[in-house]
């Protein structure tokens, strides 16, 4: 009768639960934390490996990220690429940090600390999805625009040189627009890459054709060369300007004037996904602070919650880290 005793008593606090269970010497918490990212990591790295599939099988037309991440705050004009996503990079780490020590605090129990370097936390998350939001206005709204082709090529346009020029100017604004308007037996009002551009494919035609220091260059690399572009000739030029469909300014999910739109996808799907996921991070570090600051932590005799909290952060950051190595330094 007392086997029998003993054996239900070791069964109810083997499976029981509570805190003396703490398997790997974790608590349940942060062992529900753990899994989490276990299965988040999988989804990050199943969306990484399909971007390098899809970037190999048109490396030769992807997008030099040195020419679309280069541009840096209130430096207009000034070629500075990848300045800004380093910045931006350094800013997320160093929020890891201010966690570490937000943690390595409330296991001293020392409240205030505790309390600073969260805020210190929540600043830099807030400072990085700004930064973040700047990036993808950047990238919208795009540099010098293009223009794409009935085969779906993005062709830009260069000077003599091989310097890049905006689409104003190559367009000759003289020439009245033409922004394609069609009959209604036509079936449609207004052709794409009129009213919603700066510039209209006659006026862009026109420039071209006057401009005899103008060039093509089209979106696949030089042989041997992934850092450069092939450039046409001028008489070529002129015969792919037959081509010219529509005027591209900037991405979207549709067409993407810095080459390849399937980037433009991934860009934003990926680097989206992840923003998402240091929103709510910076949205449970705020509920934390303020319990901190109520002194919640510290009545439980406890700041695991910081400490779980600082898990999922850590995660966020170290995702960055591969977001950042493979769309911005590979």
């Not at 937000?102 to 370097?117: E, F, L, P």
């Amino acid at each position: 009768m007392g086997a029998t005793v003993t054996t239900a008593a070791t069964k109810e606090k083997t499976w029981g639960g509570g805190e003396d269970i703490q398997p790997l010497g974790a608590s349940y918490g942060k062992m529900m934390m753990w899994y989490f990212i276990l299965s988040d990591s999988l989804t990050f790295a199943g969306f990484l490996a399909a971007y390098g599939f899809t970037r190999f099988k048109f490396i030769d037309s992807w997008p030099i990220a040195d020419e679309v991440f280069n541009h840096f705050p209130f430096l207009h004009g000034v070629d500075a690429p990848m300045y800004y996503v380093a910045l931006m990079t350094f800013i997320l780490i160093f929020s890891s940090v201010t966690m570490v020590l937000a943690v390595d605090a409330g296991h001293q129990m020392k409240q205030k600390k505790v309390a600073t370097y969260m805020l210190l936390t929540i600043i830099g998350g807030l400072v990085f999805l700004g930064s973040q939001a700047w990036e993808w206005k950047n990238f919208i709204t795009g540099t010098y625009g293009a223009v794409e082709t009935r085969g779906g090529e993005i062709l830009q346009f260069v000077n003599s040189n091989g310097e890049r020029l905006t689409l104003a100017q190559v367009a000759d604004t003289t020439v009245p627009r033409e922004d394609g308007a069609l009959t209604r037996d036509k079936g449609t009002w207004y052709m794409k890459g009129g009213t919603d551009t700066s510039v209209s494919m006659n006026q862009l035609k026109a420039g071209l054709s006057n401009n005899p220091d103008v060039l093509i260059r089209t979106q696949f690399t030089v042989e041997g060369d992934k850092h450069s572009k092939i450039v046409l000739s001028r008489e070529e030029t002129l015969k792919r300007a037959d081509d010219f469909v529509y005027v591209v300014e900037g991405a979207n999910l549709i067409r993407n004037e810095f080459g390849h739109k399937t980037f433009a996808n991934l860009f934003f799907f990926i680097t989206g996904f992840h923003g998402f996921h240091v929103s709510v991070g910076v949205l449970l570090n705020i509920i934390i602070f303020f319990n901190v600051l109520l002194g919640t932590y510290q009545k439980r005799g406890s700041y695991e919650m910081v400490e779980k909290v600082g898990l999922y952060w850590h995660f966020v950051d170290l995702v960055w880290v591969f977001v950042f190595t493979f769309f911005y330094l590979v």
